[in-house]
């Protein structure tokens, strides 16, 4: 389980473009987006670097990781 801190996420069409990058790299993941704090908790196998990769493409660099 990831807890990633995307700063540039600011409405629901930011969270709706997260949520469906994220499920494309893994269909089974659970993902639960949190706006008001910037965060989103993903549970996946995939490793950190690919969710990393695939936010930074649609334009969500993660800030933070834990």
């Given at each position: 389980?990831y807890?990633l801190?995307?700063?540039?996420?600011?409405?629901?069409?930011?969270?709706?473009?997260?949520?469906?990058?994220l499920?494309?790299?893994?269909?089974?993941?659970?993902?639960?987006?949190?706006?008001?704090?910037?965060?989103v908790?993903?549970?996946?196998?995939l490793?950190?670097?690919?969710l990393?990769?695939a936010?930074?493409?649609?334009?969500?660099?993660?800030?933070e990781?834990n």
């Amino acid at each position: 389980m990831y807890t990633l801190k995307i700063p540039k996420m600011s409405c629901g069409g930011c969270v709706n473009t997260i949520k469906a990058t994220l499920m494309k790299l893994d269909e089974e993941a659970l993902i639960n987006i949190d706006l008001p704090s910037k965060q989103v908790t993903i549970t996946t196998d995939l490793p950190v670097e690919s969710l990393k990769s695939a936010l930074t493409q649609v334009g969500y660099p993660i800030s933070e990781v834990n």
